[in-house]
């Protein structure tokens, strides 16, 4: 079996402990010390079924003991894909108390990636549920090679039902210790396979519990995951685990459609959840059409792409609630706007770091210091920012500098306060004849249009320009004429080239695992069509 690692340099560890951020918390450490603490408060709920914190952490010692019963060991990879249930949470803390290695797949994965994280991280067994919105988790399972297919609910023959994994807790071993691999969370993968992401018990703790700090949380609050469970942001900004670290109660939501995740935030009482920003707009148009109600709900959290101000200006009036703005990656650098910072930074930014020592550069496509208040590639290091992927040296080489810098791919500005503005990904932007055309302000000027509920920007190869851009709208209604919207963004005086070359109408998005718009989806669609034109 390949070893897990993730290090820092000496020098960098001992500044990190020293200022208290590493403080040697281990996560088989924090569930039996929160139910140590407040036994019989409530840590997780699907609105019906009730676990308080010791009833959680029983269940998931019980089941850490029988995966060690069924022949697995210490240090073995099991590889998890769950929808929002409540299973998930003894399955992925039993996992840490057997002093296993979780690895997290997206319910939306199928096939071709749930084998290539299998097969990379070497699973030992697999942790699924039977079926996810009408797809055989079960059956796909079945048909890895790995050994153990451990399924909670309808369990098909071949595979063990997860209640009868249990086994007697004093044979699970001592804690792990906090500088080792806790699990392998999986890269946004924007180009490619989703890449292999080892993070330590200390640097994964103390980015939620600095998050938790920042949100705000506190053992009154109700966290709801909306978005899927095993994503870096529903987990860990400040997420299911951040609520955990502060003894808050966790609500899961099944669906994101307001229809189900309004009345559920009215029944729990949820304080705050995240979501991405298509599901945002989702939430904001069902706001306008009917007041929701929602009065317990303190902060949305909004992250994952880019929200653009257009939309998040109207969040706090529709949903009456505070807008946080999120910018993270499953590499470790987590951006947030702060509560208490004002409304242009919070509908203007993506945040500023959690930490005084998350090392920001914004370099130009030389390798140069930008300026201030200029677009430039954002590299970053810090205490909870990974040095390496699991098992990827090529991917390695490109992605992190020879002092450890990790290249994010992201085009940012950085405002003299410290926040973040995203511009976009490096290969976002559309160069037309030299023009460098930023996709996100156009369509932020497209979203200014009444018709408009969402657009997309991306570039189309052009033999004479090199790119062109083309627009995707989703309107609201019946879609406007294409000339119509020229009209629009003439009307509001920008520069002529930024006015898209084609627009299109389309009734939705395909979206990634977490929901995010595939800017690549469109890209490939349109790249398809002018070579089948040549
Ligand atoms: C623009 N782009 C953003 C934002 C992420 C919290 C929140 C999100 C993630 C996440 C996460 C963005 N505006 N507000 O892990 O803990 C894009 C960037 C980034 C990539 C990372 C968290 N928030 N992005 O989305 O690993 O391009 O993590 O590099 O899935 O999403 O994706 P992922």
Redesign the pocket.
Known sequence: MTPLSQSWPDAFSARYRDRGYWRGETFPAMLRDRAAAYPDRIAITDGGLRWSYAELNDRARRFGAGLLALGLRPGDRVLVQMGNIPAFFPAVFGIFAAGMIPVYALPAHRRTEVAHLAETSEAAAIVTQGRIGGFDHAGLGLSLAVAHVIVAGDTPEGAIPMETVAGDPATLPADPDPQSVAFLQI??G?TGLPKLIPRTHDDYIYSLRESAAICGLDRESVFMATLPVA???TM??P?TFGALYAGARVVLCPSPRPDVAFPLIRREGVTIT?LVPPLALLWLDAAEREAPGLSSLRIVQ??????LPESARRVEPLLGCRLQ???????GL?NYTRLDDPDVVVTGT?GRPISQDDEILILDDAGNLVPDGMPGNLLTRGPYTIRAYHAAPSANARSFTEDGFYR???IVIRRPSGHLV?QG?ANDQINRSGEKISAEDVEDLLLGHPDVFDAVVVSIPDSRLGERACAFIRPKGAPPRPADIRRYMRGREVAAFKIPDEIRFVHEFATTA?G?ISRRQLRDMLRDEVLAEE
Not at 302 to 307: H, I, L, N, R, Y
Not at 325 to 330: D, L, R, S, W
Request: aromatic share 10%; glycine share 22%.
């Open positions: 890269s946004g924007s994503h870096n942001f860990s900004s997420g995240g909004v992250g994952g792409a880019k929200f703005q999120v910018f993270g990656m499953a590499e987590v993506q994010t791919g992201d995203v990904r977490v995010k």
